[in-house]
């Protein structure tokens, strides 16, 4: 009987019961939760066990189910076991608010006005679908789990069961459920373990015919002795025999002590680590997510704690001080050396703060809140603006007050002219009161309609601009004191700045528009329209593109002169600031959803997300961008060390989707295909990142480059494309020679002394090309499809198929060796000294093969990270391993990950400048560059020393009691505070 496992709400309970009614009519199991039920230990363990158990697992989808915590953890757990997952809409709900693991499933819809037998019949449909390997593929998991659970070698399927299992899950693979890594991890060692059982037998079985003919004479010698000392042995094996039996009632009793402790080690550690898991994906939640992981690793080290807490450590920076004031952080200010900030607080209190050290060098009190703080063009002195009217000049060393002026009105905003000699105040009664700062006098004043809200001075000095609610963009030539009225909004102008050049003005309002003004004509050169509100513009430092922060939750990137939409970023809330770091390469954003998140400018990367106390208000970047300070609404700044992503020393982005990249090996030329294209440039004069390379070496037009590889020596390029053209191109000059016109696309690789040409395709042939005669002949062929080749520096060809490696001698055409490695081998790449092989399937297992004398033996498997590109460095020192979001960085010598650099998309190629120190790595249209010697390798022996480095504190005695009940409270990291 089929069993079948609903999640709902409890307000969907009516429809609920109709469908269980109508599965059990049908002979169907079915298995219900309860929503709203307290959580505990025990409940949730059984919801799990249930899931586990079903072959099929029904999400009754609605607004309630899709908000519910429960429902999530329910959902997420049957994704985890590789369950066949059926979204059944009984109530309308936006898909954009839905979890990815239904969002991209089709849903069978059973409303109030829907058919409700056609929808019954599409859910039997999808739950008998290939009925016996849903059956097959529930009691394979419910064993795998078993097996996980406990590590008995009892538990491991054998003979006739395992042959079986092994071929429903070839025949199977990729349908739907597709077998789970835990199962391909289970198959494994039960093939393993039936090996080494049957090698058991054998020899037990050989030894034990030894012995039968060896004792048959010595026993016929000893009978006459035996008998004689028979009576005293079995007196005195009766006394052994007591003796022993209370010895052995003892061990059996300390066994299962020890079996039972290690059982509920076992249950914690996986208890931390799902909980772990799922706080993960919570806005805010990666702070519990790390501890919760950390406590899972150091009670039994496993391969999925582990990997939540590599993820959350590349998502995590290095805290540096947690400051509080008493009331929300208003604005956050840089000083012009770039090495110290300004706090303006709600409780009346201004802060100076050092970035390296987070030490408060002096704090300035005003008779109300603080609005907003400047710094002079010298850094020498600091002015602040508060509610009561008050604005104070501060010596910025020492905090001493050297003018106070009053108005009476509330300051919104204070502005220094560039030149350090004018004090612009916005104030509450639309006026805005210029300041000579030399000698405090009246310099002028200005008026607007309707009430201030922004204001800045252009940056040569010469121009002020304000934004009013009213919608009103004001410009005024301070030397003329002309009025140059700019570019209207139909809303209050919520921000506005000048581009760097100040030749345009950048502004944002409630009218969901930002648009750029001539400040010479007030004309407007450009608008660009949002979802919502526009709550904040910025521009790049070189001001080719600017950002706009928006209530729709989005942070979009726009092209300065084309107004073209480049990227365009999700934060989980409305964004309440954005600032782009002084070197253009990351956005940083933060709002309402208690975060704030640091994005690649090249590809839109989330390169961090820092949890914060309250909803953010303010940021702001250091003067060299190694910092990033945040103020929130409950007075919290929270000042971090993001260095680390310092590593990405820049980028380049192409018109179109980057599809293969190539070093030559000497490094004096890079070589990248996009769309159909091949370019060649010089390293050493990449273009700048928002010029795309122009004149392509060669263009295929709509035949997409499927393979691109450069001969030892750099003088030669060889490309095939999808519609199986190969064609060899000399370098520098492009003169091309075509070896292939069509046919099956073609892997290619160079013989090591460039000499020839190796191409391998999906109809089985693998051939080789002579690149100086063009000779050409047949090497080996296979009956299945050929996905992909390497050559080792002694000349041995790896092919790579599905299920097997063939190591094949090419000077000899004749197999060398054949390796087992279950799945499509799609990805090869041999260390430069041939010694290590390193495989990658489409199911994201990493195989490291050593070579032993004159075979290659496996060494160690990773799995769970499916990739795309493979390289070795150029010293061999470390593997590269692209995959989507990420470039995962391993040890050949181990096996073991040791960094992670954060992505965004699939990363197609990598490639290494000949030095080895500069990864390029390429994902969608961007074209990334890191220095990897400064990268910090994290081990499995300091990761949790290095995730603790990346908290705040361990949880509070509530959230303990949340995660662990009555268990005794404990540091989890030792090193941090209890709060």
């Excluded at 922004?454 to 030539?477: C, E, K, R």
């Excluded at 409305?574 to 400018?601: E, F, H, Y």
């Excluded at 090591?752 to 080789?768: E, F, I």
Aim: aromatic share 8%; glycine share 8%; net charge negative.
């Amino acid at each position: 009987m089929t069993g079948i496992f609903i999640s709902y709400s409890r307000k969907d309970s009516k429809v609920a019961h109709t469908l269980m009614n109508s599965f059990r009519s049908i002979e169907l199991d079915v298995w219900v939760d309860w929503e709203d039920i307290p959580p505990a230990v025990g409940w949730l363990d059984q919801i799990l066990q249930g899931i586990e158990q079903a072959d099929a697992f029904i999400f009754l989808v609605s607004p309630d189910s899709v908000a519910s915590e429960v429902c999530n953890v329910e959902l997420e757990h049957a994704h985890k076991n590789a369950k066949r997952i059926i979204p059944i809409v009984v109530r309308d709900v936006d898909p954009k608010s839905t979890r990815d693991v239904i969002r991209n499933l089709n849903w069978i819809f059973m409303r109030e006005d829907d058919n409700f037998e056609t929808g019954l019949g599409k859910v039997r449909v999808a739950i008998n679908l290939d009925l016996a390997w849903l059956e097959e593929h529930r009691r394979l998991q419910v064993r795998a789990l078993e097996w996980d659970r406990r590590k008995d070698p009892s538990l491991l399927l054998r003979g006739s069961d395992l042959r079986n299992v092994s071929r429903m899950v070839l025949e199977h693979e990729g349908r739907d459920p597709a077998p789970s890594e835990l199962q391909h991890h289970y198959i494994r060692f039960s093939r393993s373990n039936e090996r080494v059982r049957t090698l058991t037998w054998i020899s037990a079985a050989l030894a034990i015919l030894i012995m039968l003919v060896l004792s048959a004479f010595a026993l016929d010698q000893r009978q006459d002795a035996l008998a004689n000392a028979a009576e005293a042995q079995n007196q005195r094996a009766i006394a052994e025999s007591n003796q022993k039996t209370a010895e052995s009632n003892a061990r059996a009793a300390l066994i299962a002590k020890a079996a039972a402790d290690k059982n509920a080690g076992i249950a914690n550690a996986q208890r931390s680590a799902a909980r772990a898991q799922i706080y993960q994906t919570r806005t805010g939640g990666l702070f519990s997510s790390t501890l919760l992981a950390i406590d899972s690793y150091q009670r039994i080290p496993s391969f999925e704690a582990e990997e939540i807490l590599r993820e959350n450590i590349s998502l995590l920076p290095v805290p540096v001080k947690d400051i509080s004031h008493g009331g929300s952080i208003l604005a956050i200010k840089v000083s012009p050396g770039g090495d110290t900030f300004v706090t303006a607080s709600d409780d009346g209190t201004a802060c100076l703060v050092r970035f390296e050290s987070g030490e408060s060098l002096f704090c300035s009190t005003s008779s109300g809140s603080v609005l907003d703080a400047a710094f002079g063009p010298d850094g020498k002195v600091l002015v602040t603006s508060a509610f009561s009217g008050q604005v104070l000049v501060l010596d910025a060393e020492s905090g001493d007050v050297l003018k106070e002026l009053n108005y009476g009105v509330p300051v919104f905003s204070v502005n220094i002219s560039p030149d350090g000699e004018l004090l612009a105040l916005a104030r509450d009664d639309a006026r805005i009161s210029l300041v000579k700062m030399s000698s405090y006098e009246f310099a002028g004043e200005f008026s607007v309609f309707g009430s201030l809200s922004v204001t800045a001075f252009s940056p040569d000095g010469n121009l002020f601009a304000a934004g009013s609610d009213a919608g009103a963009v004001t410009i005024w030539d301070l030397e003329s004191r002309e009025i140059i009225t700019g570019g209207a909004h139909s809303g209050e102008v919520r921000d506005l700045t000048f581009s760097p050049d100040g030749f345009s003005l950048l502004s944002g309002g409630t009218d969901n528009c930002a648009v750029l003004t001539s400040p010479s004509t007030g004309e407007q050169m450009l608008k660009v329209l949002a979802e919502d509100w526009v709550e904040d513009v910025e521009f790049s430092p070189d001001g080719s593109w600017f950002v706009t922060a928006s209530n729709d939750f989005r942070i979009r990137v726009w092209d300065a002169e084309t107004g073209e939409e480049r990227l365009r970023l999700l934060q989980d809330s409305i964004v309440n600031d954005v600032k782009i770091s002084p070197d253009g390469l990351w956005i940083a954003s933060t709002g309402s959803d208690r975060t704030v998140r640091v994005w690649s400018a090249a590809d839109g990367a989330e390169m961090f997300q820092i949890p914060l106390v309250g909803e953010g208000i303010v940021l702001e970047f250091s003067g060299d961008g190694s910092y990033l300070v945040a103020g929130d609404e409950l007075g919290h700044v929270s000042l971090w060390d993001i260095s680390a992503i310092k590593s990405n020393t820049r980028y380049v982005r192409f018109d179109e989707f980057i599809e293969r990249v190539e070093m030559s090996p000497q490094g004096d030329w890079f070589s990248a295909s996009t769309a159909g294209q091949v370019w060649l440039l010089d390293p050493e004069n990449f273009p700048q990142p928002t010029d795309p390379p122009t004149d392509p070496l060669i263009d295929f037009f709509d035949d997409d480059v499927w393979e691109m590889v450069m001969d030892p020596e750099g003088k030669m390029l060889a490309v095939s494309t999808g519609e199986g053209r190969v064609v060899a191109i000399e370098i520098p000059s492009g003169r091309a020679r075509t070896l292939i016109d069509n046919g099956p696309a073609q892997s290619l690789v160079f013989s090591p002394d460039g000499s020839n040409l190796y191409l391998a395709s999906a109809d089985g042939l693998v051939q080789t090309r002579s690149i100086e005669s063009g000779e050409d002949g047949l090497l080996w062929e296979a009956d299945q499809p050929v996905y992909t080749t390497a050559v080792s520096s002694a000349n041995f060809l790896a092919i790579g198929m599905e299920d097997v490696i063939v190591l094949f001698d090419p000077a000899a055409k004749s197999e060398i060796g054949v390796l087992e490695s279950p799945g499509l081998n799609h990805l090869l790449a041999f260390h430069p000294d041939g010694n290590l092989l390193v495989s990658s399937s489409l199911s994201g297992n990493t195989s490291f093969w050593r070579k032993e004398g004159n075979e290659f033996k496996l060494q160690n498997s990773v799995t769970g990270h499916p990739a795309v590109s493979i390289s070795f460095t150029p010293d061999g020192q470390r593997l590269f391993l692209g995959g989507t979001d990420r470039v995962l960085i391993f040890d050949p010598r181990s096996g073991t990950e040791v960094h992670r650099i954060r992505q965004n998309g699939d990363t197609v190629d990598i490639a290494f400048s000949a030095d080895g120190k500069t990864l390029y790595a390429a994902s969608m249209r961007t074209l990334r560059f890191f220095d990897i010697s400064s990268l910090t390798e994290i081990s499995e022996a300091n990761i949790v020393t290095v995730a603790c480095s990346r908290l705040l504190q361990n949880f509070t005695a509530p959230d303990w009691r949340s995660f662990f009940g009555d268990d005794e409270y404990k540091l989890i990291c030792p090193s941090l505070p209890v709060p």
